[in-house]
C-alpha cells in the first residue's frame, strides 16, 4: 500500500509572497507616478506666471509715459493682478550720432522694470525684472 504523502502548501506560500512584492512594487510606482505629475504641473504654473509678467513688462514699455512720469501700477494679465512699482532710471548718456537740433539734446536713458505676482489658486509666484534703454530728452531722467 502506497502512503499518501501530506503536501505542505511551499507553493502557495511563496506565490502569496511574491504577489505582495509585485502589489507593493505597483503602489510605489504609482505614488511616483503621482508625485512626477504634480512636479510638472507647478511647473507648467510657474512657467504661464512667467510668461505673463514678461506680458506685463511689455505693456509699460508699449507707452512712454510711463518713462515720463514713472508710476507704480498694477496690470492684469490673465487675471493676475501683477504690481508694478514705477520704472526706475539707472542713468543716461548723450545719445551718439544726434546734434543738437532747436535746443534739443537726446539722451539714452536707462530703465529697470519689475513685475510681481502670486496666483491664489496655484500658489505659484513669479518676479520678472527688464532692463531698457529709451531715448529721451533729459528732463526725464530723475
Keep these: 500500500m502506497m502512503r499518501v504523502k501530506r503536501q505542505r502548501g511551499a507553493v502557495l506560500f511563496v506565490s502569496l509572497i511574491i504577489l505582495v512584492l509585485i502589489t507593493l512594487f505597483v503602489a510605489s510606482s504609482a505614488n511616483i507616478s503621482s508625485s512626477d505629475l504634480r512636479i510638472v504641473g507647478n511647473f507648467q504654473n510657474k512657467m504661464s506666471l512667467s510668461q505673463s509678467a514678461q506680458q506685463a513688462i511689455e505693456m509699460v514699455l508699449s507707452d512712454v509715459n510711463n518713462f515720463t512720469t514713472p508710476v507704480a501700477q498694477t496690470i492684469t494679465v490673465n487675471g493676475i493682478a501683477f504690481s508694478i512699482p514705477a520704472p526706475s532710471c539707472l542713468g543716461w548718456s548723450p545719445a551718439q550720432g544726434y546734434t543738437a537740433v532747436n535746443s534739443i539734446t537726446l539722451y539714452d536713458t536707462n530703465w529697470l522694470v519689475t513685475a510681481s505676482a502670486t496666483d ?23
Design 120 to 142: 491664489g489658486v496655484t500658489g505659484a509666484t513669479a518676479t520678472l525684472s527688464q532692463g531698457v534703454r529709451i531715448r529721451l530728452p533729459t528732463s526725464y531722467c530723475p
